[in-house]
């Protein structure tokens, strides 16, 4: 049975970073896109980043470009998203995926597995 567990959310001020870590369990981790997705209160899931599997070609959402990197460890079953200059509209629970269909990356639909969350609060 897969399994993903996020850890590294916290209370951070604005202009902090943090980096996140997703470590995947009882599947396949090397042959699948994985993709970090957030969702604040009262708002829906959004796509944050991705990074596919042969050749590392990442994906980003705007509001995060340039201030977030996704890299993934094969050996160690794990992804990791990096997040600097951190903003309060960057405040979410953070959920790690792994995806399984063809289509696009910033789909959740096409994601299969998924972890149960991690909370990042940044502070004005």
């Known amino acids: 049975q897969v399994q993903l567990v996020e850890s590294g959310g916290r209370l951070v001020q604005a202009g902090g970073s943090l980096r996140l870590s997703c470590k995947l369990s009882?599947?396949?981790?090397?042959?699948?896109?994985m993709g970090w997705f957030r969702q604040a209160p009262g708002k829906e899931r959004e796509f944050v980043a991705a990074?596919?599997?042969?050749?590392?070609?990442?994906y980003y959402a705007d509001s995060v470009k340039g201030r977030f990197t996704i890299s993934r460890d094969n050996a160690k079953n794990t992804v990791y998203l990096q997040m600097n200059s951190l903003k309060p509209e960057d405040t979410a629970v953070y959920y790690c995926?792994?995806?399984?269909?063809?289509?696009?990356?910033?789909?959740?639909?096409?994601?299969?597995?998924w972890g149960q969350g991690t909370q990042v609060t940044v502070s004005s």
């Open positions: 990074i596919t599997w042969s050749f590392s070609s990442t």
């Open positions: 995926a792994q995806k399984w269909r063809t289509g696009p990356v910033w789909f959740a639909d096409e994601y299969a597995y």
């Open positions: 009882g599947g396949t981790f090397s042959r699948h896109t």
